[in-house]
Structures are given as C-alpha cells and as structure tokens.
C-alpha cells in the first residue's frame, strides 16, 4: 500500500475523534443540500406534472363540416409545436359537463339543444408549453375560418414558467450556499489535522521531505472524509424520505445520478478544501 494511503487511513486511527467530526460535519452539511435537491426534485416534478397538463382548445363553430374539421386537426397535428390534438364533439363535450360539473346539469339540464361547441384540445410539446410558444399557436388556429376562439389559459401558463425559474434560482443559490459551508467545514477539519502533526511534518521537511509528499496523505485523509460523508448524506437523506413517504405524503426520490453526485461531491469538496487547506497552513508550520 502506498505510503501517502496508509498515513491517510493511519490518521483515522491516530484521531479518531477529530476525523469522526470531520466526518459528521461533511455528511450534515450535505444531508441539508440532499433534503433540499429532494424538495426541489419533487416540486419541479409536480410543476412538469402540472405543466404536461397545458393545452390550447379552438371552440369551432357549428357550421364546420367533418371534412374541415379533419382536415384543421390533420395540419395542426403537423405543427412541430403540437403533441397530439383531439376532437372533442359537441355530444361528447355535453356529457363531460354533465359528468364533472352538477351545476351545468341543473343550468342547462332541460334544453332541448346542446350549448355547448365542438372543440379541438391541443397539448403542447415540452418546450412550447410557455406563454410565447402557446401565443404563437394560437394566432394559426384562428386562422380557420370555423375557428371561433381559441384559449389556453395565458396567466395559468405564465404562474407555471414563473414558478419554475424561481424553483430553479432557488436550487442553484441555496444549493451553492450549502455546498460552500461543506467546503469550509473540511478545509477547516484538514488544518486542524495539519497544526495537530506539525511536529510530524516539521521532521519531515528536516529529513528532504517535499510539500507535494507531505501534502498527499491529507488529500486522501480529505477525499475519504468527504467520500464517507457523502455516503452518510444519502442514507439520511433516504431515510428522511421513507418518513415522509410513509407519514405525511408520498414524494418521489431522486434520480440514481443525484445520488451519485452527492457521493462524488462529497469527494471533491474533500480533496479541494484538503488541497485549499494544506496549502495555506503548511506555510505556518
């Protein structure tokens, strides 16, 4: 085993205590960013659930023939804006109302003739489903003739697309913040370990011993603290999770890529505050 990994792992055994803390503070500190991508996985999840749920729907007078209706749904069908569009018949529409809304049934129960138009619902594609993308479409439906208006609900759609930049500014700046402390946190466990063998290294350097060679075990000591913290992270995170789940309300859990970047993040924030760290402080000894 190479020297500079068996002084790192030596320096777990030799103190214990501090590395443990080490350990603890780094696994923390990433936990709360691991509760808070869970938070921001589930509302962005929620939001793209709502969001699959935006359509555009052209209420067609009654004069349309079928030939003109297949036709308009044949080429708005080919727009590349459009997922898929559905005809909606005036005797369909009629008995979707009386089914999800009574009101309509006490309103209009008695008429003879059907109030209600012919449509066509139109789901977006994911990268049209914004105010703009949904405008655009629009000012193309109502250029058939039989067309008679067109709506997609501009401030619902506009409240989604707000809703998902602030989820993601939020992610990124609290997130970032989150990941600054685990960094301090480390560099400042790695100094520690470095005045506590200052003696240690004092001989070293006396013997011919080069700071890339005195630097080496405390930036594997840095990786594995933060590797192990970054495993202790998503098992509490897991854990945090099942509760959740199991008490309160049922959330999705994260993507097997965030768990490994955790993991990995964990290692990097380890071996960068360690070589941060080691090179400010080697100086003082």
């Known amino acids: 085993m190479p020297y500079s990994v068996r002084e790192a792992i030596a320096a777990f055994r030799r103190a214990p205590i501090l590395v443990s803390i080490s350990i603890i503070s780094v696994s923390l500190s990433l936990f709360v960013i691991g509760l808070f991508a869970l938070t921001a996985y589930n509302v962005r999840a929620a939001l793209n659930e709502i969001e699959e749920r935006v359509e555009v729907v052209a209420y067609l007078n009654d004069g349309a023939s079928p030939a003109q209706i297949a036709a308009a749904e044949a080429e708005i069908a080919a727009m590349p804006e459009v997922l898929d569009v559905r005809h909606v018949s005036k005797t369909e529409a009629l008995a979707t109302a009386q089914r999800e809304l009574p009101e309509f049934q006490e309103l209009y129960g008695g008429l003879d ?17 914004t105010p703009s993308g949904a405008e655009i479409l629009t ?23 707000s809703l998902q930049r602030l989820a993601g500014g939020a992610t990124l700046m609290i997130g970032g913040a989150f990941g600054a402390v685990a960094g301090i946190i480390i560099a400042t466990a790695v100094r520690i370990a470095v005045f506590a063998r200052r003696e240690e290294i004092e001989i070293m350097r006396l013997v011919g011993a080069t700071n890339g060679f005195i630097r080496r075990p405390f930036l594997i000591e840095g990786l594995l603290a933060g590797l192990i913290g970054g495993l202790l992270a998503v098992l509490l995170t897991y854990a945090a999770h099942r509760f959740v789940s199991s008490t309160l309300m049922e959330i999705q859990w994260v993507p097997a890529e ?3 970047l955790t993991v990995l993040a964990g290692a990097v924030y380890g071996l960068l505050a360690s070589a941060v760290a080691v090179r400010r402080h080697l100086r003082a000894v």
């Open 113 to 129: 003739v059907n109030p209600l138009p012919a449509s066509l619902e139109i789901r977006l594609q994911p990268g049209s489903r």
């Open 139 to 161: 000012q193309r439906i109502l250029a058939f003739p039989f067309v008679e208006e067109v709506e997609y609900g501009r401030d619902w759609v506009a409240k989604i697309v």
């Open 258 to 260: 965030w768990i490994a």
